[in-house]
């Protein structure tokens, strides 16, 4: 078996990645940044997405292990002190896959037929350069509303605690195939009118972002920011691909939320 390991690049983490390699290659695994079939990432919920996209090209192939060097995460459940039993587990093979939904984005360009597509583990965001973003909100090929405020966040299940949670979004439970878009800082009043409420779209539904004012737009696909110009309409979507997860004990969603937002040490 081949194995890639991404690193929060502090210095438990990075003793951790040399631990880990040695435990492996022991155990007969060989260490192939190129082509792996399991990605240890070692740091918190930030350094998976850094390997997320890394490996992106290899969803199908490759299944992602999170161990987490600082706070719990969603995506980083493994404890430093844990990595002999987490290396023995691999060796061993004793571990289940489990796949989650991903976000499609797909940007059109009003010149040119070119498209860019991305896939988002946790969520994308639109904002506009000048002060507000104004869009026009399509629903399954219907005009649903026009959106004036700060931005707008399309966000996965496993990225409804991150970002869409911060923005008042309901907490969806990864084994759901949707997509939810969230407001941000929408302008409401006796001329301009929103919905003012996130909205859950299924694995059947897809939702078009058309430009009312200015081509140009901040885009962000999980940590990545990016600026386009020209832009005619953005798409979201559930992705047709999934990303997987090697899952070695039970650790169920809800738990993680529970821990993660209301679990207290005191």
């Known amino acids: 078996m081949k194995f890639a390991i991404q690193t929060r690049n502090d210095s438990l983490s990075n003793r951790l990645k040399d631990e880990a390699v040695d435990y492996l290659t022991d155990f007969g695994l060989v260490l192939d940044e190129?082509?792996?079939?399991?990605?240890?990432?070692?740091?918190?919920?930030?350094?998976?997405?850094?390997?997320?996209?890394?490996?992106?090209?290899?969803?199908?192939?490759?299944?992602?292990?999170?161990?987490?060097?600082?706070h719990l995460g969603f995506y980083a459940d493994w404890k430093p002190e844990e990595m002999e039993k987490l290396v023995l587990s691999i060796a061993r093979k004793e571990y289940e896959v489990i796949e989650y939904p991903l976000l499609e984005v797909k940007i059109n360009y009003r010149h040119n037929d070119t498209v860019t597509t991305y896939l988002a583990l946790n969520e994308s965001t639109v904002k506009s350069p000048e002060v507000t973003l104004v869009m026009d909100v399509e629903l399954n090929g219907i005009h649903f509303e026009r959106f004036r405020g700060d931005g707008l966040c399309m966000s996965t299940p496993s990225g409804s605690t991150a970002y869409n949670k911060a923005l008042g979004g309901a907490?969806?439970?990864?084994?759901?195939?949707?997509?939810?878009?969230?407001?941000?800082?929408?302008?409401?009043?006796?001329?301009?009118r929103t919905v003012g409420s996130p909205l859950i779209l299924p694995a059947h539904h897809s939702c078009v972002l058309t430009p009312v004012k200015g081509p140009d737009f901040m885009v962000t696909i999980d940590h990545l920011q990016l600026l386009h110009k020209d832009v005619k309409s953005?798409?979201?979507?559930?992705?047709q691909e999934k990303v997987r997860f090697g899952r070695f004990r039970p650790f169920p969603f809800w738990t993680r939320v529970h821990d993660s937002f209301i679990s207290s040490d005191d």
């Open 234 to 239: 953005i798409e979201y979507k559930v992705a």
């Open 171 to 192: 907490i969806i439970h990864p084994s759901l195939p949707a997509i939810q878009l969230t407001e941000m800082a929408s302008i409401n009043n006796r001329v301009f």
């Open 34 to 70: 190129e082509e792996p079939e399991i990605v240890l990432s070692i740091g918190g919920d930030g350094t998976l997405l850094h390997a997320f996209h890394k490996h992106i090209d290899r969803l199908k192939d490759t299944a992602f292990i999170g161990i987490h060097t600082g």
